[in-house]
């Protein structure tokens, strides 16, 4: 599934029409026919549906789901909220050909008619505004829009809620509340962003028909499935043995903070990985070798004598602490390791200045920082950075030469090249301390048997949401489910890919 800006869509809907030669009255066709047939089954005969009609082609879907509609029998009301003349080209052959089988246009064009037409309406279809909107919505739509939100209709929305960019940096300010949006052709970017998600309800991806080309070169960024992760996982060879599926080394955790390390190695095992050994402080040792009679473990004051090219990756940061020492320990392992090297949490902190100067562009290094942590290494407001976490994303990748993991109910995966992945497994139970540091044990354990990064990340965060989904499904609930519980879940999310 691709995830688009405005500008990504208007290009992939020109190519499939210039190019590859779909007339657009086709496309417009589909759509509307599509979110008509997603409707029916859930009508039961006598509601009163009202479809809200703007100037653009967002309109013009809405005049072939009345045609539909009205064609199958239903009491569908088309009202036009616009002067004639702002209807034009496609959306003005629709709106002929409505009246043409019979349909009545209703006209509302101030809030009292719009209210005055929307009183009966048990459903709306809102097709006022699409991905044309640009800026802060302007009067009378922004009236109408409140009047919707008013309503007790159920809001079925087509391609987007009214009022809602599809691009980055939208407020979500006077936008239709949908109960339903179907989206047309590919997601819409703003259906992924903290503030404008919550206005598209549950939403639907409709296929209208663009091919596959027109796609491609057009838009690197789409949402990770299922089938994507099932796609990069290795058989386990017959003949394998223990170092086969990676060597890890886990630095962290720390005398008074033994536990995000002890999940972080967990993890890391129950993902495959074949060998792990944790250098921590001495003093932690013993606790964590309780809980994880698995992997082998060293004082960490021996990391600068290691030879780190016994490890096929390298995770630090759970439980590090932000003390020099650890410090220290962040800039040895930055510059001398070769292997990927997945940085977390404190890590992150201290790798900051050596990120920015590009210390190890070319060898794979993997962040995954929560939003905080994120806006700290780009020294910008947390809030900037949710309103436009794709381009700040994409812009430090590039610039750094690193893969980022950017935590969120949406976690956005970023390559250095411009692709991008969004994830949505997971739920609201993953809002605990140690989440993060399972997911860093699952990332290590996938990039030491993945050769590209980027895929590692993605299926470690779509992994570790499925889990979390599976344990809350099953066993626990969103309150009381453990990060211990997420490593537990490990395994049913591999009954389930395999
Ligand atoms: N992609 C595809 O392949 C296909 C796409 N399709 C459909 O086309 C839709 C996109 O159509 P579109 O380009 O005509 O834009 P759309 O949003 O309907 O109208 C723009 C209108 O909004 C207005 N307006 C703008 N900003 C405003 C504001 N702040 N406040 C108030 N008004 C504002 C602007 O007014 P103006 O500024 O011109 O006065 C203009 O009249 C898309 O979402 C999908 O549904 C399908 O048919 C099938 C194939
Ligand atoms: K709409």
């Not at 003349?85 to 034009?88: E, G, L």
């Given at each position: 599934m691709?995830?688009?800006t405005?500008?990504?869509?208007y290009d992939?809907e020109?190519h499939?029409?210039?190019?590859?030669?779909?007339?657009?009255v086709v496309?417009m066709?589909?759509a509307?026919?599509?979110i008509?047939?997603?409707?029916?089954?859930?009508l039961k005969g006598p509601?009163?549906?009202?479809?809200?009609?703007?100037?653009g082609?967002n309109g013009?879907?809405g005049?072939?789901?009345?045609r539909?509609?009205?064609?199958?029998?239903?009491?569908?009301?088309?009202?036009?909220t616009v002067?004639d003349?702002?209807?034009?080209g496609?959306?003005l052959?629709?709106?002929?050909?409505f009246?043409?089988?019979?349909g009545?246009?209703?006209?509302?064009?101030?809030?009292?008619?719009?209210?005055?037409?929307m009183?009966k309406?048990d459903?709306?279809?809102d097709?006022?505004?699409?991905?044309?909107?640009r800026g802060d919505?302007?009067?009378?739509?922004?009236?109408?829009i409140?009047?919707?939100?008013?309503s007790c209709a159920?809001v079925?929305?087509?391609?987007?809620p009214?009022g809602?960019?599809a691009?980055e940096?939208?407020?979500g300010?006077?936008?239709?509340?949908?109960?339903?949006?179907?989206m047309l052709g590919?997601?819409k970017?703003?259906?992924f962003l903290?503030?404008t998600?919550p206005?598209?309800g549950e939403?639907q991806?409709l296929d209208?028909?663009?091919?596959r080309?027109s796609?491609?070169?057009?838009?690197?960024?789409?949402?990770?499935?299922i089938?994507?992760?099932?796609?990069?996982?290795?058989?386990?060879?017959?003949?394998a043995?223990?170092?086969?599926?990676g060597k890890?080394?886990?630095v962290g955790g720390?005398?008074?903070?033994?536990?995000?390390?002890?999940m972080?190695?967990?993890?890391?095992?129950?993902?495959?990985?074949?060998l792990?050994?944790?250098?921590?402080?001495k003093a932690?040792?013993p606790?964590?070798?309780a809980n994880?009679?698995e992997a082998?473990?060293?004082?960490?004051?021996?990391i600068?004598?290691?030879?780190?090219?016994?490890?096929?990756?390298?995770?630090?940061?759970?439980g590090?602490?932000q003390?020099?020492?650890?410090?220290?320990?962040?800039n040895?392992?930055?510059?001398?390791?070769?292997?990927p090297l997945v940085?977390?949490?404190?890590a992150?902190?201290?790798?900051?200045?050596?990120?920015h100067a590009?210390?190890?562009?070319?060898?794979?290094t993997?962040l995954?920082?929560?939003?905080?942590?994120m806006?700290?290494l780009?020294?910008?407001e947390?809030?900037?950075?949710l309103?436009?976490?794709?381009s700040?994303?994409a812009?430090?990748?590039?610039q750094?030469g690193s893969?980022?993991?950017l935590k969120g109910k949406?976690?956005?995966?970023t390559?250095?090249?411009?692709?991008?992945s969004?994830?949505?497994?997971?739920n609201?139970?993953?809002a605990k301390g140690g989440t993060?540091?399972v997911?860093?044990?699952?990332?290590?354990?996938?990039?030491?048997q993945?050769d590209?990064?980027?895929?590692?990340l993605?299926?470690?965060?779509?992994?570790?949401?499925?889990s979390?989904?599976?344990q809350?499904?099953s066993?626990?609930?969103?309150?009381?489910l453990?990060?211990t519980?997420?490593?537990?879940?490990i395994g049913a999310?591999?009954?389930?890919?395999?």
């Open positions: 691709y995830i688009v405005a500008q990504e869509m992939i020109r499939a029409i210039g190019e590859v030669g779909i007339p657009s496309l066709e589909t509307g026919r599509s008509a047939s997603e409707i029916v089954p859930q509601e009163q549906i009202m479809v809200a009609i703007g100037a082609n013009g879907d005049w072939v789901i009345a539909v509609l009205l064609e199958k029998g239903y009491q569908a009301i088309a009202v036009q002067p003349a702002k209807i034009k496609d959306a052959l629709n709106k002929q050909i009246e043409k089988v019979g009545h246009v209703e006209y509302a064009t101030t809030q009292g008619d719009f209210k005055a037409k009183r309406a459903i709306i279809i097709a006022i505004l699409g991905i044309g909107t919505v302007r009067e009378p739509y922004k009236g109408f409140n009047s919707i939100n008013e159920t079925i929305s087509v391609d987007i009214s809602i960019e691009s940096g939208a407020t300010k006077d936008a239709v509340q949908a109960d339903q949006t179907y590919a997601a970017l703003s259906a903290p503030k998600a206005y598209f939403w991806l209208i028909g663009l091919p080309i796609f491609e070169s057009r838009v690197n960024r789409k949402l990770t499935t089938a994507d992760v099932r796609k990069t996982l290795q058989k386990r060879n017959p003949f043995h223990k170092g086969t599926y890890g080394l886990i720390s005398e008074f903070m033994p536990g995000s390390v002890t972080t190695v967990m993890a890391a095992l129950r993902t495959g990985a074949g792990c050994t944790v250098a921590t402080e932690a040792i606790s964590i070798a994880c009679l082998m473990y060293k004082d960490r004051a021996g600068p004598e290691m030879d780190l090219s016994d490890f096929d990756g390298i995770a630090m940061g759970p590090m602490g003390d020099k020492t650890a410090g220290e320990l962040v040895n392992l930055f510059r001398g390791a070769e292997c940085i977390d949490a404190d992150l902190q201290h790798a900051k200045e050596m990120l590009g210390v190890r562009k070319g060898r794979a993997l995954t920082p929560h939003p905080g942590e806006a700290r780009l020294d910008i947390i809030g900037e950075l309103a436009n976490p794709f700040y994303s812009r430090f990748a590039e750094t893969y980022v993991l949406h976690t956005i995966v390559a250095p090249d411009g692709r991008q969004v994830n949505n497994t997971g609201a139970g993953l993060g540091d997911l860093t044990g699952i990332v290590l354990a996938l990039a030491m993945q590209d990064p980027f895929e590692a993605r299926c470690a965060c779509h992994i570790h949401g499925l979390a989904d599976i809350v499904e066993a626990h609930s969103e309150h009381d453990l990060a519980d997420v490593v537990k879940g999310v591999y009954r389930k890919l395999l």
